[in-house]
């Protein structure tokens, strides 16, 4: 049962209006109906047990408990776009007398500059690993992170099983992150290959300092030891080769994530397929990622164009 099906016909009548009036995406669609309820909670702990009751400053209150409990305000303007679409929507069909919304200024945007990586810095940094098992495995790794786009809580969690190598593609499960299908691209898929059938074997049969190799259960990554790889081993990883590459920008596997995103961008990828491949439920943490690319043809116009 969906969302508004839990709610009351007049959210189904909304959920119609957002998708056949208002054409907005099944994503979109499925955010706004999450915050209507949340909204709803909050008033009924105020003893408010009707949306349709709710006064300007009820949503004003609720606006500042959302920025007092730490979230940021691309999310609470989300949310409050979410509210003002519901009371248009009521206004418009004589629901109420008066839009409640009104008046309301949406939170202002501090957005932080997004750091990502060039593609010289990101061969840079794949060409820095050594030919040997710990350096065919980092190679996989930082491939596996460049193609993907990975949090590195997904990387973490990902198992041999969830690689697929002969149709080239990744399965994330949606433990740590929304559950999608990632392509592979041919560098990544030959690094994992040669890790995965002539590197991992070498971690299994490590000792544990027990005498003997841990259990397998399957994960793809494994340290020293022969157990997964840890995401402090991970941030190792990213700094002890950004280090020998030469690059001074400090590398996390955050940017390594945003320098999929840019550069995919960069070369045409459309903001849909960006976030479904990143897997934002909100399309506003995507369009983030548009400023890097606005400012780059800002950039190719002021350097081309010979009245610039």
């Known amino acids: 049962m969906g969302i508004a099906e839990e709610m009351n016909p007049r959210f189904r009548r909304f959920e119609d209006y957002l998708v056949n009036t208002k054409g907005l995406s099944g994503n979109s669609v499925s955010a706004y109906?999450?915050?209507?309820?949340?909204?709803?909670?909050?008033?009924?702990?105020?003893?408010?047990?009707?949306?349709?009751?709710?006064?300007?400053?009820?949503?004003?209150?609720?606006?500042?408990k959302l920025k007092m409990d730490g979230m940021s305000a691309a999310t609470v303007n989300r949310k409050l776009a979410s509210l003002r679409a519901y009371y248009k929507y009521l206004a418009e069909n004589g629901g109420l007398p008066a839009d409640p919304t009104s008046g309301i200024r949406s939170p202002r945007i501090t957005r932080k500059e997004i750091e990502y990586l060039t593609i010289d810095e990101v061969d840079r940094l794949l060409s820095a690993p050594a030919d040997s098992d710990i350096g065919r495995r980092d190679l996989a790794i930082l491939e596996m992170l460049y193609a993907t786009g990975l949090r590195v809580t997904e990387l973490m969690f990902v198992n041999i099983d969830d690689v697929n190598l002969r149709m080239g593609f990744v399965s994330c499960n949606g433990a740590?992150?929304?559950?999608?299908?990632?392509?592979?691209?041919?560098?990544?898929?030959?690094?994992?290959?040669?890790?995965?059938?002539?590197?991992?074997?070498?971690?299994?049969?490590?000792?544990?300092?027990?005498?003997q190799a841990p259990e397998d259960d399957g994960a793809l990554f494994l340290n020293y030891y022969g157990e997964r790889i840890t995401r402090q081993a991970l941030w190792k990883i990213l700094k002890s080769y950004s280090e020998k590459a030469g690059i001074e920008k400090k590398i996390t596997p955050q940017i390594l994530r945003n320098s999929f995103a840019v550069h995919m961008i960069q070369n045409g990828a459309d903001l849909k397929s960006i976030q479904e491949l990143m897997g934002h439920e909100d399309p506003i943490a995507t369009q983030a990622y548009l400023s890097v690319s606005k400012n780059r043809i800002k950039d190719v116009y002021d350097n081309a164009h010979p009245r610039a």
Request: no cysteine; glycine share 8%; hydrophobic share 40%.
């Open 176 to 211: 740590h992150g929304k559950a999608r299908i990632i392509p592979l691209g041919r560098p990544a898929r030959a690094a994992l290959e040669k890790y995965i059938y002539d590197i991992r074997p070498h971690f299994r049969r490590a000792d544990n300092g027990n005498g």
């Open 33 to 64: 109906l999450r915050d209507l309820p949340d909204f709803r909670y909050f008033l009924e702990e105020k003893g408010i047990h009707d949306l349709d009751n709710a006064s300007k400053s009820d949503i004003a209150a609720w606006l500042l």
